[in-house]
């Protein structure tokens, strides 16, 4: 019989001898035993094969999609409808910290977007907020300006930034007007979906394409539950920096996601590294994939899990799906040499690009999270990445 880390190894694609030395020290640290042989029995769940998995997710794209009444993102950037009304009913955050509009748009006429402006032949920054709105504006300069100018704007024009800059306002949900598609469409070919957010000024923004694919409108849907989840997340981290006195370099490290790239520090106790942003979409060999490590992000989609599971009730016998990927975020096996994720994203993604690309890394990371879970709860584990993720390290 296949020994527990092993088992759990394979799914990470890290070698036994990682993880053993993990549980060696997180159980001297915590007094926990038998961590791992009861996540192996957990996972030994199943089978089952992916096609019965997306063949499910099919279904609740499905329901999900007629009880919001099949939302055409054409004909909603005036009125985001029952889409964002239900997002919002089942995930409402408070108020949030965030950059204030008019500091914004100050920042925004210092380095002129020329390519928006000469897209709406407008002549300055302050008439085309006015004419487009301001989530729109702001959402569409990473697809609408080049690379160069991107860095630019944010290496320079966030240098400045006090705590005095922000102010507590609304998260704003807005579904573009159907001009931004055409423009938009680089962007979506790199990020792999339509919905977007600005951390640091609380928009999250969707971009009309049409739903004419299996999982489209559950992919649109849990995008905005993420986000839902994870914009509040980093309003609490701005506050927490506006105490200290290098604010706007703080702000500035948690914008860009930075991960430290030096070695996990020696220590004769455990080290979890904080990885803020999945590494695995830029590069699948990154080393710091295969350390011990959490992930905020995948704490972001187990909430967005959750708040999904809130449809349940409000559907009857049709709403069990929605309860079925409860705490599953971390579930895959291997099954006859496939890695078979079953997490509700990993699963929504490769249903939108029609098993092209066959996603696993979210189940990956969540699987980090469920380990150190396993040991100190989730309370703590989110204690100490909002502790930890500027220097990157949890010492234990």
Known sequence: MTQPHQIIANLLGVSEDILTDLDKKMTAHTGQSGVFEQLALDLARGPARREALLDRIIKLDEILNAYLGRPNLLELSKNCGLLCQTALELRRPEKGFFIKKEKAIEMLETFAPARLLEHFKSNAVRDLVEQEGFASVFGALRFVQDKDWMHTFFDKAYNDLTPDDFEERAVELKILAPGWLKVAEKFIEKKYHNVSHLKEFGVIFVIPLAID????????????????????????????????????????????????????????????????????????????????????????????????AGLADRLGDQGEIFKAWLDLDYFGQINAGEHVSYNLIDLIMTLVTKGETKYVYHQQEALWNEIFVRYLGREKLNELIEENILTGFIKL
Do not use: C, M
């Not at 989840?229 to 506006?242: C, D, I």
């Not at 706007?248 to 990885?275: F, M, N, Y």
């Not at 999945?278 to 989609?301: G, I, M, S």
């Open 213 to 308: 694919t299996p999982g489209e409108i559950a992919r649109i849907f849990t995008l905005l539950l993420h986000y839902l989840n994870e914009v509040p997340f980093y309003s609490s981290l701005f506050r927490k920096a506006a105490k200290t006195t290098d604010f706007a370099s703080q702000v500035k490290s948690l914008l860009r996601g930075d991960v430290p790239e030096s070695a996990i520090p020696e220590s004769t106790g455990p080290v979890w590294r904080v990885v803020q942003r999945y590494l695995a979409k830029e590069d699948q060999t990154d080393f710091r994939l295969f350390e011990p490590h959490v992930n905020p992000e995948a704490e972001h989609w187990y909430k967005a899990g959750r708040d999904l």
